[in-house]
């Protein structure tokens, strides 16, 4: 399939001004040549690299539109082969006449992400730049873009390498113990040994830790509202949003199913989830939402546990609290527009706590304390060091799996030296080193590709 010559669109696909039409492959100049007349007759066979031309698309005699070609000419190609861009008129009628007729002279549309998967097997880019360009298209902030960008300027590649070199570098000491015991060579002590990979080890546990960063950077941070009913989590969910998205009502169990959004805290981008309030129903809805409340606590990085201020804390409230008492998270005494009747002391005596972690005071009614309480917000993100990365950051969950599992390859190996078993330690470090290739595709499957590239848009 590599060897076929594809197209596909590469803009959006709706009304514009422009289009940009991608063929890449052996075939691209002589079928495109099938189809183009130049104004000024010009061959696109004789053009060099990074040429433009000017002309019309034409099936027959029948012109379809006035177009520029690009050319580029293997391996000066985003591809590494021959590759022309056809920039069209941004009607979806022209765009799909000039694919039909591509496709009528023998080029096949091409697959999701399959022009950067050629880059890839081509040489023109490592596969942490690859699964770049699909991050840069789908960046939901400022953060996760820079990220991409990073990645795709090589950053991770040079640190993978490395880590990959350090690791093979170890290994031939190793596998020279063992084929070459009695030989006069230079050679690394067990000690030696132990000690090169426990400095790996090191620097996998900074990258490892960095990626937790990097994912919350890549995914927003998630925070979930959460409370008994009718403690304003809906109306605090619609302020935060500067919005009306959640439906705002005195009826107790308004919201059953989770409601979320993104947004951002000065820059920090957010995931933020309304829950269905917690109580004791026969509702069958009702404690499906509820069900899926405490699915939405287990997997929040900080919870905001709201309080109506105006009751006493009780049965719901305290069951809750349980749920919530080890996740980080931020005690929240809303309505104090009416006559409040707790406080710090009674919640404590209440929730049997010597002390709060967060406690602040809001009404959403009238809008107070919300400033208050996206300052708490971003004080535990900075404080949680989630965005405290100084080089790279890795942001990429299946970098941070096979990281991972090279870490616990090396522990293993680490254990091999107390018996100096070293056949088993090359057996490690060599599974090791494999885990660190896949993440730039110095070693790699046709699943790993599938998997990666069925998740980029098609023209890309």
Do not use: W
Not at 87 to 106: A, E
Not at 186 to 197: D, N, P, R
Not at 344 to 349: A, D, G, L, M, V
């Amino acid at each position: 399939m590599e060897k076929d010559t594809i197209t596909a669109l590469s803009t959006y696909p709706l009304q514009s001004a422009i289009a940009v039409i991608r063929i890449s492959g052996v075939k691209t100049f002589e079928i495109t040549s099938q189809i183009f007349i130049s104004k000024n007759n010009q061959s696109v066979h004789n053009l060099s690299s990074l040429k433009r031309i000017f002309g019309f698309i034409k099936d027959n005699e029948q012109i379809i539109d006035e177009v520029i070609l690009s050319v580029y000419k293997s391996p000066k190609s985003y591809t590494g082969e021959d590759m022309i861009e056809i920039s069209c008129h941004g009607n979806p009628i022209i765009i799909n006449n000039i694919l039909n007729l591509l496709v009528k002279k023998g080029i096949r549309i091409a697959e999701p992400g399959e022009f950067t998967k050629r880059a890839f097997l081509n040489g023109k880019i490592d596969l942490s730049q690859a699964e770049a360009v699909c991050d840069i298209i789908t960046a939901k902030n400022e953060m996760a873009l820079k990220i991409a960008l990073n990645q795709l300027a090589g950053k991770e590649y040079k640190v993978f390498e490395k880590l990959h070199s350090d690791i093979i570098n170890i290994l031939t000491y190793v596998e020279a113990e063992i084929d070459f015991a009695d030989e006069d060579i230079q050679k690394l002590s067990m000690e030696q040994i132990l000690k090169e990979i426990k400095k790996i080890e090191e620097q996998i546990d900074y990258l490892i830790k960095n990626s937790e960063s990097g994912i919350l950077l890549k995914e927003g941070v998630k925070i979930a509202i959460t409370g008994a009913v009718n403690t304003g989590k809906s109306s605090l969910l619609n302020l935060l949003l500067n919005k009306n998205k959640a439906i705002v009502t005195h009826i107790p169990g308004t919201t059953r199913d989770i409601i979320e959004d993104n947004y951002n805290i000065d820059g920090f981008p957010v995931k933020i989830f309304d829950t269905a309030g917690i109580r004791e129903t026969d509702d069958i809805i009702e404690i499906e939402g509820i069900k899926r409340t405490f699915e939405t606590i287990k997997s929040a990085d900080i919870v905001l546990f709201l309080l109506d201020g105006s009751r006493k804390v009780n049965k719901d409230d305290i069951d809750l609290f349980d749920k919530i008492k080890d996740k980080q998270h931020i005690l929240i005494i809303n309505k104090i527009d009416l006559p409040v009747i707790i406080d710090k002391n009674t919640i404590k005596s209440a929730f049997n706590i010597s002390e709060i972690q967060n406690i602040l005071k809001i009404s959403c009614l009238k809008n107070s304390g919300i400033n208050d309480l996206t300052k708490t917000i971003k004080n535990i993100i900075i404080n949680k060091n989630i965005f405290a990365v100084d080089d790279i950051i890795i942001a990429n969950i299946r970098h941070k799996e096979a990281l991972t599992k090279a870490k616990v390859l090396l522990q293993e190996a680490k254990e091999s030296t107390k018996t100096k078993a070293y056949e088993l330690i090359a057996i490690d470090l060599k599974r090791a080193a494999d885990e660190i290739g896949s993440i730039i595709g110095k070693i790699t499957s046709e699943d790993i590709l599938e998997n990666i590239f069925k998740n980029f848009c098609i023209g890309k």
